[in-house]
């Protein structure tokens, strides 16, 4: 079975600074997790995924996460926050198996402030 | 746009009373997932439906039922709304047979509120 913990449910940075949204899994085979965004009363966007290639996976808007499977962890980052990046981020996991579902994190809401 | 269609975006309903979620999506996809999302909570998996023809219990399906309608149609229903029942629902679709290669793509949602 497959689970995600995300550390924090609402995280505040000022513009310009590092964000760093934290995500620990547990999984019980290889897993392949991912990072969603949420902006106001949409759907949810896929950010980035890691599927065993590269460790560190890049995504969009300058958005990356790095798999360590030392720390089960699999963190989000962006060097300088910008106000547009202000939404809920949900980690996710999945198997690698036809059947398999992704199963979310509780998310965590990033403020910006000015 | 291509993508997965939610209607309604907005639903506000009394105990007891019934209805139905529709969705509906264009990638010619085959696996379709109904979730509930509340604050806090995540995204909860109700339902979903590997291809057409097979439909399947997720985390939270008490209370529920869903219907594949056919490759693009993916219906909820709920039979005798509780507010418990009172979530944003979102719909997904994926096109890989391993929906961990390329993730999901997600509706809008629909806001429903039991009173």
């Known amino acids: 079975a497959q689970s995600v913990t995300q550390l924090g449910s609402h995280v505040s940075v000022s513009e310009g600074a590092l964000v760093l949204l934290r995500c620990n899994y547990s999984?019980?085979?290889?897993?392949?997790l991912f990072w969603y965004v949420q902006y106001p009363n949409q759907g949810l966007q896929l950010l980035l995924k890691y599927t065993s290639a590269a460790t560190l996976v890049k995504g969009i808007n300058g958005f990356e996460a790095e798999f360590k499977k030392s720390e089960t962890s699999f963190h989000l980052t962006k060097p300088s926050a910008h106000m547009s990046d202000a939404a809920e981020y949900f980690c996710?996991?999945?198997?690698?198996?036809?059947?398999?579902?992704?199963?979310f994190g509780s998310g965590t809401r990033l403020s910006i402030r000015p | 746009n291509a993508g997965v269609t939610q209607t309604p975006k907005f639903q506000v309903l009394k105990t007891g009373q019934s209805m139905t979620l529709q969705c509906a999506q264009d990638?010619?996809?085959?696996?379709m997932y109904w979730y509930r999302q509340d604050p806090g909570m995540g995204l909860r998996l109700i339902y979903y439906s590997a291809s057409e023809g097979t439909t399947d219990k997720g985390e939270v399906p008490n209370g529920y039922n869903v219907s594949r309608l056919n490759k693009r149609e993916f219906s909820l229903r709920l039979e005798s709304a509780a507010p418990s029942q009172t979530s944003v629902y979102f719909c997904a679709s994926s096109g890989d047979i391993l929906p961990a290669n390329y993730g999901y793509t997600f509706g809008s949602g629909t806001r429903l509120t039991v009173v």
């Open positions: 999984s019980s085979v290889p897993p392949y």
């Open positions: 990638m010619n996809h085959n696996s």
């Open positions: 996710a996991v999945s198997a690698y198996s036809s059947a398999s579902k992704i199963i």
